[in-house]
């Protein structure tokens, strides 16, 4: 069982920047790809950003290319989202989430391709 903790949302004008953390409570954290997710009230939880195993490899949604950036520390158990150039209509809640993955490269984006989820971080972005 893996548990993730996220951190780092909060309230910021349009053209801003946040980052997001998530610390993820597995052993093995190397073995995992992780992704981050969100999801505005009324619609489908999207994808946003993915990193492999090792951190080699990211892909991102071509909403967020260009302003988001995703990372990892292995020895810190953690992910990171930098969020730069915010906009409104980024706003909503942001969840981690884990997969074990056998292969290292793997950018897993599907939501159905992850087995663990945070509780999710609110990011609100002011016009």
């Known amino acids: 069982q893996v548990q993730l903790v996220e951190s780092g949302g909060g309230l910021v004008q349009a053209g801003g920047s946040l980052r997001l953390s998530c610390v993820a409570s597995?052993?093995?954290?190397?073995?995992?790809?992780m992704g981050w997710f969100r999801q505005d009230p009324g619609k489908e939880r999207e994808f946003v950003a993915t990193i492999s195993r090792s951190g080699t490899r990211t892909y991102y949604s071509d909403s967020v290319k260009g302003r988001f950036t995703i990372s990892r520390d292995n020895a810190k158990n953690t992910v990171y989202l930098q969020m730069n150039s915010l906009k409104p209509e980024d706003t909503a809640v942001y969840y981690c989430?884990?997969?074990?993955?056998?292969?290292?490269?793997?950018?897993?984006?599907?939501?159905?391709?992850?087995?663990?989820w945070g509780q999710g971080t609110q990011v609100t972005v002011s016009s």
């Open positions: 597995a052993r093995t954290f190397s073995m995992y790809a």
């Open positions: 989430a884990a997969t074990y993955y056998s292969i290292s490269n793997a950018t897993p984006s599907r939501l159905n391709e992850y087995d663990y």
